[in-house]
């Protein structure tokens, strides 16, 4: 549907005209589109108001961040499609194979997809629009190797380019690959804003030793700070997006089962800020939230954080039917609980169909079976402890 509204939108027929010279001259599409040039110019205004409403972190002030966008959209609209284009088909595909066998590429089909969006915008921005980048947009500092050669060659020999334009545009190529971990011949190292990346992630490993008593991040959990380390290279990059869309109120709901998790995240998010440029808008921080909370659920163990619920569900029916019941409580989504078989020091909740004076710890009394308000109830008491614990 979306890729239906897309082709049949003026709006996007005109953005793809304006950014990236799909359709001909301006008089050109003006005539094929059979509308007059201030309906044009009309239409252009107002899509620049929605996209800095939509988009509040990107200010499209500059050629790199003018590409990262249109790069986006594209993407969005023409990403389950082949990008829009006819002429530039053949070029675009024998670019796209030369970068991936040059750069010894790996990616997956849909990373290939948004590579070949980003390689379909440069090539269209200098041959349609002539933007070339100059040394104001370059994003790494001196490259070397034959790759990078080969790069700045190919460019020069298929898009007419001279040595100086061909070396900032393969940089910028270059940078692409390093910020989303594309290469094993890309190094981080060339990025300009590598110390800033590296700060960033050492206060942040710095708040996880600290409120986690872990002693080293860096020997303990390597691939949680190359994975860190990684995503605050991409959000501190004009390439930064999120694609994610979540409302706060479904963060809101994911992460409340999560509270040690959901607080580092927070702290994570308060460092970025701190970071001027580029701009995080609160939406985005929103996401980015969510995307550090999946990174530590993910990376670092469970008994590191240590915000797990242990609960325990022994019915008088018998094993059989106790069993049952922990496989329906396994089966609580986002609920951050660990099912044990039998009562111990861990335990956090009990559940029985009868009240345990012995029992110290809180107990759930249910019917057999429990009913839709039963397992509504134990959500909620599931979150309060989730509080609770934390504090």
Not at 362 to 382: A, E, F, G, M, Y
């Amino acid at each position: 549907m979306t890729l239906i509204l897309a082709y049949n939108s003026l709006n996007i027929q005109i953005l793809l005209n304006d950014g990236l010279g799909i359709g001909g001259s301006r008089d050109t599409f003006l005539k094929k589109a059979g509308i007059s040039q201030s309906t044009y110019y009309r239409c252009k205004k107002k899509m620049f108001r929605d996209l800095q409403e939509e988009f509040p972190d990107q200010k499209m002030t500059n050629e790199i961040e003018n590409r990262a966008l249109l790069q986006h959209i594209t993407f969005f609209f023409f990403g389950s499609d082949q990008f829009p284009m006819v002429n530039l088909s053949k070029q675009l595909h024998n670019t796209l194979n030369f970068l991936i066998f040059n750069w010894q590429l790996d990616p997956t089909y849909t990373e290939k997809k948004e590579l070949a969006h980003f390689v379909a915008v440069q090539l269209l921005r200098i041959k349609n629009k002539q933007r070339i980048l100059t040394e104001e947009d370059d994003l790494l500092t001196h490259p070397f190797g034959k790759h990078f050669e080969r790069t700045q060659e190919y460019l020069m020999r298929n898009l007419g380019l001279t040595e100086k334009q061909a070396y900032h545009e393969a940089l910028f190529f270059n940078a692409y690959i390093i910020i989303y971990d594309g290469s094993p011949l890309s190094k981080q190292s060339l990025l300009k804003r590598k110390k800033e990346i590296d700060r960033l992630t050492n206060q942040q490993l710095t708040i996880i030793e600290n409120n986690l008593n872990v002693h080293d991040c860096r020997r303990e959990f390597p691939n949680f700070v190359k994975e860190l380390t990684k995503l605050n290279t991409q959000t501190l990059s004009p390439f930064f997006f999120i694609n994610s869309y979540l409302d706060h109120q479904t963060t809101f709901e994911v992460m409340r089962s999560y509270p040690m998790t959901e607080n580092l995240a927070h702290k994570f998010i308060n460092l970025r800020k701190q970071i001027k440029l580029p701009f995080l808008s609160e939406y985005s921080a929103l996401q980015l939230l969510y995307q550090y909370s999946i990174l530590i659920v993910t990376d670092l163990p469970a008994d590191v954080i240590d915000d797990q619920l242990h609960i325990v569900a022994d019915f008088s029916l018998g094993r059989i039917y106790s069993q049952f019941i922990q496989q329906q409580l396994s089966r609580l989504v986002n609920a951050n609980i660990v099912i044990d078989p039998k009562i111990n020091r861990q335990t956090d909740l009990f559940i029985s169909d009868k009240f345990n004076a012995g029992i110290k710890v809180k107990q759930i009394t249910w019917n057999c079976p429990p009913t839709k308000q039963d397992w509504q109830k134990l959500r909620s008491t599931i979150v309060d402890m989730h509080t609770k614990k934390i504090n």
